[in-house]
């Protein structure tokens, strides 16, 4: 789907969301329930570098500043990090962790985050957007990828063929949208048959600031320990505290 | 002779191992390991590419004090598979966070020790996750008031997600030699050619990911040299200091990164940024001492914040 076929089926009695000439999404909107939601994200695949953080950022901000509880919409599609040496130099890794904080602050404050992934997503974009929201999902279609299968193959050197019949037996580290619904990413693909501001309402209802990645992801059998992991350090460190570990 | 070299106050942290700098940063004996490799907690992943394990997962978690203060620590062994984020190392680092965050009664102040060049490839979508799970583990930690900070100063650095979780801690110790990025200086020139970013010149890659511009720009709060001594000192005088995570932390980051991008977006070079910030000689800040270069660093205003 488009971003107009996307926003026009997700609030098909229209909108304020404006997509500015560089690519970021910037606006609101109201649910079918009547209430507003907030809209950020980043269109037509660019890359997210510091100069597209600022006015993500200052509107999550904003929202995040009232106590209205009014979720927050993320629509990514980004082909990753804006490479180059000068937003580098700059600080890259400060800008987008300060957006991925902004979200997870405006969660924390009692605004739902919701992402939506609706083409590319990569790398240190994809952690500051999609991955810093409540609940993820996705549209068929949608490629999200840490990295693209020839840099895999350069890394592990292991031939992209061979890279291709191992990704058949397990999700684990190839791109690609069923391998991050296997591993719990992604919670859902929704459905774009069916309209989506209904879809939207599902899934802020079951929109939460409890992390549940690690357990969907056992359950889905795609990352099969880390949950278990997480919690047994949790447990060790109570015990060698002499605390109870139930939390 | 050599692993004796860290061992001493004055050992470098750069050729330390994880394990040799959690030795050197803590009082002695202080130490105790969660989920320690006699527990054999290993990659299930890495078998599939016929590569060997580690016993950790190049992970070392557990407690201990500095200067008397208790301490949850984590330190990434970059010597192993580049100090990456795997689903069994990344999930030692988010469940250490998780229990700072859920018990109280635990210390509330955490060491990371970040040494890493990001996500393992092999394990990349769990390494990922592992990631996004290790940022709201961590900001949902500093709200409710446990201090987070990184100390970089490994080889490996920390980059793709180390670097992106050191900009999610209270704050940030580094080195000259601990280099901050997201995409590393070869993935740079492979992918966008070597007119933009030369990876062979190290004089470049120095100024523009090492820890005397990170200093500079106000991306990290401390500056030390390569010593388990100065690590000590650094990390000891941020506990101090370290502030609950609100909304006017971020908004007051906001502003900070906004200035930044408005007065530095136009410079082509690290000593044209650092001209306009005020450093009256840039082309000697490559040659400062540790205590020179402090110096400097404290009289430039947008260096010191408590802002992140």
């Known amino acids: ?247 | 002779m050599m692993q004796d070299v860290a061992s001493r106050e004055n050992g470098s942290w750069l050729q330390a191992t994880a394990r040799q700098r959690l030795a050197g940063l803590l009082d002695p004996g202080s130490f105790a390991e969660f989920i320690g490799p006699e527990q054999r907690v290993e990659s299930p992943h890495l078998p599939i590419f016929d590569l060997p394990r580690a016993f950790d997962d190049g992970v070392v978690i557990g407690r201990g004090t500095l200067g008397g203060v208790a301490v949850l620590v984590a330190a990434q062994e970059g010597q192993f598979m580049g100090g990456t984020f795997g689903e069994v190392s990344g999930a030692k680092l988010v469940g250490l966070v998780r229990a700072a965050r859920d018990h109280k009664q635990l210390p509330q102040t955490i060491l990371l020790l970040l040494d890493s060049g990001g996500v393992r490839l092999q394990e990349a979508n769990a390494g990922e996750l592992a990631v996004a799970e290790l940022m709201r583990a961590i900001v949902q930690a500093r709200c409710g008031g446990v201090a987070v900070i990184a100390l970089v100063g490994g080889k490996a650095g920390a980059f793709g997600g180390a670097g992106l979780t050191a900009g999610t801690c209270s704050r940030v110790v580094v080195s000259e030699q601990g280099r901050i990025g997201v995409s590393g200086p070869e993935v740079i020139e492979t992918n966008k050619g070597v007119e933009e970013y030369d990876s062979r010149d190290k004089a470049l890659v120095w100024s523009v990911c090492g820890g005397k511009n990170r200093r500079l720009i106000g991306m990290a709060d401390a500056f030390t040299d390569d010593t388990m001594d100065g690590f000590r000192a650094a990390a000891q005088a941020q506990l101090a200091v370290s502030k609950p995570l609100d909304l006017r932390t971020l908004q007051h980051e906001q502003a900070r990164l906004a200035h930044r991008e408005r007065t530095l977006g136009g410079c082509n070079d690290a000593a044209a940024m650092w001209t306009v910030m005020g450093v009256p000689d840039p082309d000697a800040v490559a040659g400062l001492d540790t205590l020179d270069f402090i110096t400097l660093a404290h009289s430039i205003k947008d260096a010191n914040h408590d802002a992140r």
């Open chain 1, 1 to 247: 789907m488009t971003l107009d076929e996307v926003l026009g089926s997700l609030f098909p009695a229209g909108h304020h969301v404006a997509v500015s000439a560089e690519g970021w999404i910037t606006g609101h909107a109201t649910r079918k329930t009547g209430g507003p939601v907030s809209v950020i994200g980043v269109a037509n695949g660019v890359a997210l570098g510091t100069a597209g953080v600022i006015p993500l950022a200052a509107q999550v901000l904003e929202v995040a500043a009232q106590d209205d509880r009014v979720p927050i919409l993320v629509l990514v599609d980004t082909q990753g990090q804006l490479m180059g040496r000068r937003d580098e130099m700059r600080g890259l890794p400060e800008y987008l962790g300060h957006l991925a904080k902004c979200l997870l602050l405006a969660s924390h404050l009692g605004h739902r985050t919701i992402g939506l992934e609706y083409g590319k997503a990569a790398a240190g974009a994809f952690l500051a957007t999609a991955l810093a929201t409540d609940i993820l999902v996705a549209l068929p279609g949608a490629t999200p990828a840490v990295m693209d299968m020839p840099s895999i193959a350069r890394v592990t050197k292991l031939a992209e063929s061979r890279l291709r019949e191992l990704a058949k037996t397990t999700a684990v580290f190839a791109p690609g949208l069923d391998h991050m619904v296997f591993v719990g990413a992604v919670a859902a693909v929704w459905d774009p048959a069916k309209p989506l501001d209904e879809q939207l309402e599902q899934a802020l209802a079951a929109a939460s600031p409890d992390d549940v990645r690690d357990v969907r992801g056992a359950e889905r059998k795609g990352r099969p320990v880390a949950a278990e992991i997480a919690k047994r350090v949790g447990a060790e460190a109570t015990g060698q505290f002499g605390l109870h570990a139930a939390a």
